[in-house]
């Protein structure tokens, strides 16, 4: 059974820093693009960073946050500095993997809180 698992979020001050990790686990034969969205209550969920053959960027996060892959542990991880009020969301982990021959899909993890307080 695939699986993908986060950790790493919390409660932190605005200005301060958390990191964020996901691991992708199971019969995987392939992992191409990774990511991280966030979502709070009664908004659409949103790309905050995603790592493929491009890096990108939400606008509300370049400069302060930054997304890195361990391909050897099938890792992501979301370096979040400078923190802020407006960053507090539930964020979830993304990936596509290849399970086997013509099956790829997008897998999601349980998703971590982030409460940045003021």
């Known amino acids: 059974q695939v699986q993908l698992v986060e950790s790493g979020g919390g409660l932190v001050q605005a200005g301060g820093s958390l990191r964020l990790s996901c691991a992708a686990s199971g019969s995987i034969f392939n992992i191409g693009t990774m990511g991280w969205y966030r979502q709070t209550p009664g908004k659409q969920r949103e790309l905050v960073a995603a790592?493929?053959?491009?890096?990108n960027y939400a606008d509300s996060v370049k400069g302060r946050f930054t997304i890195s892959r361990d391909n050897a542990k099938n890792t992501v991880y979301l370096q979040m500095n400078s923190l802020r009020p407006e960053d507090t969301a539930v964020y979830y982990c993304?990936?596509?993997?290849?399970?086997?021959?013509?099956?790829?899909?997008?897998?999601w993890g349980q998703g971590t809180q982030v409460t940045v307080s003021s």
């Open positions: 790592s493929g053959a491009w890096t």
């Open positions: 993304n990936a596509r993997l290849t399970t086997g021959p013509g099956r790829t899909g997008d897998y």
